[in-house]
């Protein structure tokens, strides 16, 4: 699968899980809504018919009352006609409205709640239009229809009572209903959320370790190459049919061939270097011969020059050797010669030599060995009285009268750890990190460029790790310079760096 439909497909994946939680919210507000619209529709349409329902019985009632007691009166008058009459519409209009309070709730769908009431009300009702033929005869109303009508309206009074409680019984039915939804639709989005966030986390990883950690992988690669090992480990499989697998493949030719590339340099520096030993003996040979006179006299003017040849000379020969040096090292072959060492002997010979300069150069020179420093270690002597002198000559160098250069040693873990530190013009922020880079040099005001060959630092460093220890720097520019080198005991194994 390519690289490409991986992204897309993780999105959709995605997307499709973060849409399921949605869903079920949407679901949730639906069923809500269905439940409102039934609260709203039917129960509030019910429960205005129930209560219209009771104000039409106690009208209906009232006003057969007031009915049968006017007439009762016996005063024809026209004022007491007129409130017989009106007693009798309102009856009239109760009952009308009793009756379409039947068929609201029916409509409503409590049909099954409203049978016993309804079927009391037609009795009732036939009951009040009997008493009304017997006034309008002009009789008097029976005292047992006068109870039976009196009875039927207590007796409704009671069977509208369990219409409101079927009301209250099923809208109370609707909002627990409603409860429970809303109780399923937050336990279900937050069970539907949780293992949403679970699949993402799942795609997240693996789009991670598909994409983002074999990228990362390949910028450590390559910082791993920038920083000279042209034979990096890189953890991403080569035979991979995405393009993470062809960058993969294309960054191991490309080290390949710099592995060849640099092989091929460090064998034309060693061949090159080896083969200007040979010219520059000739030419050293030949100048000291003319020096001596051997080819006859030379004037002072002459033996000046030969002098500065011969100086030329012996630069370019120790230039020859530094590259040999770096090419051995860096071509595997820069073998060490270990044996065991006597740290102070070798301090102070090393120290010794400059002793002088320090005297010469008015500055103080003072050399630490701490009492818990090994008697002994393991290594080649000479490469490192060279490692320690290349730090001691580049101290003098950039350390003006008056100055100071300090030498400490002492036990650390696992070995000795030497420490030289002069308070010299110092390496600027940006330029310390090069200073072990072949041929690198500082500019600065007390040593011009050319003097040096910036090989020395790199080939202390190569000797350092030669031996399994490690060499690093710290400078203040202005506030001078300190050297850190840490070499074990005992070397890992004889073996070429």
């Known amino acids: 699968m390519k690289l490409r439909q991986r992204i897309v497909l993780a999105l959709v994946g995605i997307a499709a899980i973060l849409i399921i939680p949605a869903a079920f919210a949407l679901w949730g507000l639906n069923e809500l809504h269905k439940i409102a619209q039934t609260l709203d529709a039917r129960d509030v349409e019910a429960t205005d018919a129930y209560g219209d329902l009771r104000d039409a019985l106690e009208s ?30 309102r009856v009239d209009s109760a ?5 379409r309070a039947f068929q609201n709730l029916r409509d409503s769908h ?32 029976p005292e047992d229809l006068r109870r039976e009508i009196a009875s039927g309206f207590a007796q409704m009074e009671k069977e509208v009572v369990p219409i409101g409680a079927a009301i209250r019984d099923r809208t109370g039915d609707e909002v627990d209903r409603a409860e429970r939804v809303a109780r399923g639709a937050v336990s279900t989005t937050l069970t539907a959320l949780a293992i949403a966030l679970g699949l993402t986390v799942i795609l997240g990883t693996w789009l991670t370790r598909t994409l983002l950690r074999p990228v990362g992988e390949l910028r450590r690669g390559m910082g791993t190459v920038a920083e000279g090992d042209l034979d990096p480990h890189l953890r991403i499989p080569v035979e991979r049919p995405d393009e993470l697998g062809d960058l993969a493949r294309s960054f191991r030719t490309m080290t390949a061939r710099l592995r060849e590339l640099d092989r091929l340099k460090a064998e034309f520096v060693s061949v090159a270097s080896h083969e200007i030993k040979t010219p520059l003996s000739v030419i050293r040979g030949y100048v000291t011969l003319l020096a001596d006179g051997i080819y006859g006299p030379v004037s002072d003017k002459q033996r000046t020059t030969l002098e500065a040849v011969n100086s030329q000379a012996d630069r370019l020969t120790r230039l020859v050797h530094r590259l040999l040096d770096v090419s051995r090292f860096e071509a595997g072959g820069g073998r060490l010669e270990l044996r065991e060492i006597d740290l102070r002997a070798f301090f102070r010979e090393l120290t010794s030599g400059f002793q002088v300069l320090a005297t010469q150069g008015g500055i103080d020179f003072p050399v630490h060995l701490a009492p818990d420093l090994p008697q002994t270690i393991t ?4 490469r490192l009285n060279e490692v320690l002198g290349n730090l001691l000559s580049n101290a003098f160098k950039f350390t003006s009268r008056g100055g100071s250069i300090r030498v400490d040693a002492a036990r650390c873990p696992g070995g000795i750890c030497v420490r030289v530190e002069d308070s010299g013009v110092g390496i600027p922020a940006d330029k310390l990190p090069r200073i072990f880079e072949k041929f690198y040099q500082v500019d600065n005001d007390v040593q011009p460029r050319s003097v040096g060959s910036g090989l020395g630092l790199a080939i202390s460093r ?14 203040e520019e202005g506030r001078g310079t300190r050297f850190r080198v840490e070499l074990p005991e005992r070397p890992p194994a004889p073996k070429a760096a």
């Open 60 to 89: 209906a009632s009232d006003g057969q009352t007031r009915f049968v007691a006017l007439h009762q009166l016996g005063d024809v008058t026209e004022g007491s006609a007129g409130d017989t009459t009106a007693a009798r519409i």
């Open 110 to 141: 409590y049909g099954d709640a409203i049978p016993r009431a309804e079927q009391l009300w037609h009795r009732l009702s036939s009951q009040i239009d009997r008493e009304r033929s017997i006034i309008a005869a002009g009789g008097d109303t």
């Open 95 to 99: 009952s009308a409205r009793v009756g």
């Open 379 to 382: 290594g080649d002597e000479d």
């Open 462 to 475: 190569e000797i350092v790790e030669a031996h399994g220890g490690t060499i690093s720097a710290e400078s």
